[in-house]
């Protein structure tokens, strides 16, 4: 159903901090469902202005199969209706649709629009199995393939048009498919918490990420991630417990993405919340740090859909983990993010030993000054919505106690010299002062001496 949303004060509080328990992250995710819902409906009405009825009737006819699931098999519309990639969809969608230079005689239009069909066929055979859809549905196929988002897809010989798929065997207009391919899951369990993740390499609207996505992955690799999966969560939900307990409120779905070999990728996107881009191949503990970086995007990116923490600007500021001056707004989401990689390493830094200890040591002194230093520049931008001054401030209020807390000489040296290292190559590509402060001096966040790092950028 759609409704109102609002975050009550214990909630958002929990959340500023950095946390934020399974209720507040479920809110979070039930105020994306009525988003994702309004996006479906302004779809199907935005293309009913914009073309004529006998080009959006199949449309309708989706629309009105999907109102019939959401009242008898609401569990089964809403799995479909809130697969990120339904979200990614509807917005591509919106965005053609709204496009002034928008062409209704563009050749793949019906084939984008049309997917509608495909996910109100998902939803019927969610909820009825045996039988598949209670109608006929048009269904248009993208390389041969007819996609059913969060199940797979089938193979067609042709596009099959108003068809109806049915039955566990999934036939098509009384044919049985001659191939089908299904979605995969990698799940774990461990301190009596569980957590499931699907794996989207099929789905046509899955490239909303900044890197490309791999082809349907072979079994070895699923095996693979299955295993590294299992060891990650075994981490998680061991060493960063209040991290593991809330994740499967939000995060639902992986798209594996291709990188160079040794070459660690991830992402998140606005439109897909729920989903999360990853290259398959990573070791364990990058797995897991990568789940909380990405969750904390989810929940800030969901907290931004429900209430203004910035305002919109030309001023671009310098955010340490990357080369190029961000608004604050995306300053604010890296720090969210970086917030929680810093606590993931803070934490295994006192459950592992030897290099891996070392290493967690200098990981954890690193991003505790990246964030330390954007919530300096955060606090001095001028920018920030009263609730976004209430994130930064529970941002700060986790950090703080952090500076108080000993890392060892070495690690420390050489998280400083990362620190220094990344200012200098900073000012050297954008040509302004290196540094927010001395660059011998890795700063407390709480200490508001000193310049903002603010540029501005025509860009």
Known sequence: MIGTHRIGAPAFDELAAGQGDFAAVS??????????????????????????????????????????????????????????????????GLLRLRAPEFDPAAPDLDQLLGHLGSIAAAAALRADPEHGTPGRVELYTVGGWAHLPTLGRVRVAADPGRIALTGRQWSVGGRLISRRQFNRRCSASAAGLSATLSIEDLDPYRDVHRWQPTERLTAHQVSLLQRNFAFAWDQLAHSHRAYAAALPAALSTLVPVAAGPGVSLSSSSRHAFGGLALT???????????????????????????????ARSAARYRAPWRLDPRPVGALLQGAYAHLGIADFWRARRHVVEGEEQDRAQAEFAVHRAHVGEAIRTLRGSGELTPDGERIVAGMAATAEPWWAEDVPADAARRAAERVRSGRRTWAERNGLAAGHEPADRVVDPNDTSGASGRTHNAR
């Not at 699931?69 to 969809?89: C, E, F, N, S």
């Not at 740090?289 to 923490?309: R, S």
């Open 280 to 310: 398959p191949e990573v070791g364990p503990t990058t797995l897991a740090v990568t789940l909380v970086h990405e969750f904390q995007h989810n929940k800030l990116g969901a907290i931004q859909d429900i209430t203004k923490l910035s």
């Open 27 to 92: 809110a979070l995710a039930r105020a994306q469902e009525s988003r994702r819902l309004l996006q479906v409906y302004a779809v199907v009405a935005t293309a009913r202005e914009r073309l004529p009825g006998a080009r959006t009737a199949h449309l309708t006819e989706a629309l009105d199969l999907l109102a019939h699931l959401q009242r008898t098999a609401p569990d089964a519309a809403r799995t479909v209706l809130t697969h990120p990639y339904t979200g990614a969809w509807a917005m591509r």
